[in-house]
C-alpha cells in the first residue's frame, strides 16, 4: 500500500495508476488526513478459469474410515 499526499499524486497521475494495475492500493491524503483509496477491480472469476487446476480423488464419494 502507498500512501502519498494529492498533490503528488496529482503530479505523477501515471506513475501511481500503473502500480494500482499492477494491484497496488493508494491512499491519497490532504494535510496528512487520508481522504481516497484507489484499488484495482476485483475481477469475478470467469466460468471454467480453475480447469485443470483442481482435481477430486476417485475415492471422494467413499466412506471415511473414521469419522
Do not use: C, H
Not at 488526513?33 to 471422494?60: C, H, M, N, T, Y
Request: net charge positive.
Amino acid at each position: 500500500m502507498t500512501q502519498l499526499e494529492i498533490n503528488q499524486f496529482q503530479t505523477n497521475l501515471t506513475k501511481y495508476i500503473d502500480l494500482v494495475i499492477k494491484g497496488e492500493k493508494i491512499i491519497i491524503t490532504k494535510n496528512n488526513q487520508p481522504v481516497a483509496e484507489i484499488s484495482p477491480i476485483q475481477r469475478p472469476l470467469k466460468r471454467g478459469s480453475a480447469k485443470g487446476k483442481v482435481w477430486i480423488s476417485s475415492d471422494f464419494n467413499e466412506p471415511l474410515e473414521s469419522f
